[in-house]
């Protein structure tokens, strides 16, 4: 059974950096688009980017939340079988857990043209980000 495995987490005052990880281990990410999202405590969790994958109409393609656009950069290594997703400029509302996950059908779950009612093909663990000064 595959899983992705997240790191990358941590504490950072505002205005400052970090870089998240996502790996595959058991699943191959060059099939799936992979997801970032996040979420906190008694709040629904927030899509906040994807990138497209090989075998969709979206390789290379990345798509973002307005609360991140332009302070957050996905990207993926296929030769790493990761996606990262670099931080830039945090705030203190960006502070969550935050999960990715990989499933064929994420672009276009991203971009409103799907729905899936019983979950994506894989999740990571969550990494907690904290932004405070």
């Known amino acids: 059974q595959g899983q992705l495995v997240e790191s990358g987490g941590g504490s950072v005052q505002p205005g400052g950096s970090l870089k998240l990880s996502c790996v595959g281990s058991?699943?191959?990410?060059?099939?799936?688009?992979v997801g970032w999202f996040r979420q906190v405590p008694g709040m629904e969790r927030e899509r906040i980017a994807c990138?497209?994958?090989?075998?969709?109409?979206?390789?290379?393609?990345?798509i973002y939340a307005d609360s991140v656009n332009g302070r957050f950069t996905i990207s993926r290594d296929y030769a790493k079988n990761a996606v990262y997703l670099q931080m830039d400029n945090l705030q203190p509302e960006d502070t969550a857990v935050y999960y990715c996950?990989?499933?064929?059908?994420?672009?276009?779950?991203?971009?409103?043209?799907?729905?899936?009612?019983?979950?994506?093909?894989?999740w990571g663990q969550g990494t907690q980000v904290t932004v405070s000064s």
């Open positions: 990138i497209g994958s090989q075998i969709d109409a979206h390789d290379g393609k990345a």
């Open positions: 996950a990989a499933d064929t059908l994420l672009f276009y779950i991203f971009r409103g043209l799907a729905s899936k009612g019983g979950g994506y093909d894989y």
């Open positions: 058991g699943v191959s990410l060059d099939r799936h688009a």
